[in-house]
T-cell receptor, first 114, second 114 residues
């Protein structure tokens, strides 16, 4: 059962435009969400996160929006740059209980065209 | 430099030949974890460790063993590798297991089991 879903395997945008990457989750116990970026031949690196007590978190060109009622979050990149081309993973965790796992989605390959 | 290191980076082996992938972090992190990345499946957690001598199964632990005798090291052991364990493996660490703590990933180990 896939608890974190990234339904778009790939996304292509023009440089300077907005990139919107989407993520849906099914586990209502998830209360913290993170986005990781991964370049080829490297490990994932942390990008931005959001707690369930917020609905928006912004860091420079990156903004994450959380809609708890829809169990949906999205990552906005504005403006997109060619260096943003990478695989983006959405991840979620539940702070309660004894299960300290981070559950990842399958990833979305973002290509930003010059 | 704060980092997570893995060795080897690339390994080709044969079915049944025991192997160990080492992981070490220099950030004094309590929490360490192993993931595998497969096409179309994203990142899946194999095992994690809350601290020295404390380990627990992730989502796909079958065929793997781990140990945590020292805080900095978290080796992944394949006692009898099989072709379905051909994958890209990542070790990660974070300050604590709580979900809001950023996980730092190693560069990855690409394993091929013939």
């Amino acid at each position: 059962d896939q608890q974190v879903k990234q339904n778009s395997p790939s996304l292509s945008v023009q440089e300077g435009r907005i990139s919107i990457l989407n993520c849906d989750y099914t586990n209502s116990m998830f209360d913290y969400f993170l986005w990781y970026k991964k370049y080829p031949a490297e490990g994932p690196t942390f990008l931005i996160s959001i707690s369930s007590i917020k609905d928006k978190n912004e860091d420079g060109r990156f903004t994450v929006f959380l809609n708890k009622s829809a169990k949906h979050l999205s990552l906005h990149i504005v403006p997109s740059q060619p260096g943003d081309s990478a695989v983006y993973f959405c991840a979620a965790s539940a702070s309660g209980g004894s299960n300290y796992k981070l559950t990842f989605g399958k990833g979305t390959l973002l290509t930003v065209n010059p | 430099e704060a980092q997570v290191t893995q060795n080897p980076r690339y390994l080709i082996t044969v079915t049944g030949k025991k192997l160990t992938v080492t992981c070490s972090q220099n950030m004094n992190h309590e929490y360490m974890s192993w993931y595998r990345q497969d096409p179309g499946l994203g990142l899946r957690q194999i095992y994690y460790s809350m601290n020295v001598e404390v380990t627990d199964k992730g989502d796909v632990p079958e065929g793997y063993k781990v140990s945590r005798k020292e805080k900095r090291n978290f080796p992944l052991i394949l006692e009898s590798p099989s072709p379905n364990q051909t994958s890209l493996y990542f070790c990660a660490s974070s300050l604590s297991p709580l979900g809001y703590n950023e996980q730092f990933f190693g560069p990855g180990t690409r394993l091929t089991v013939l």
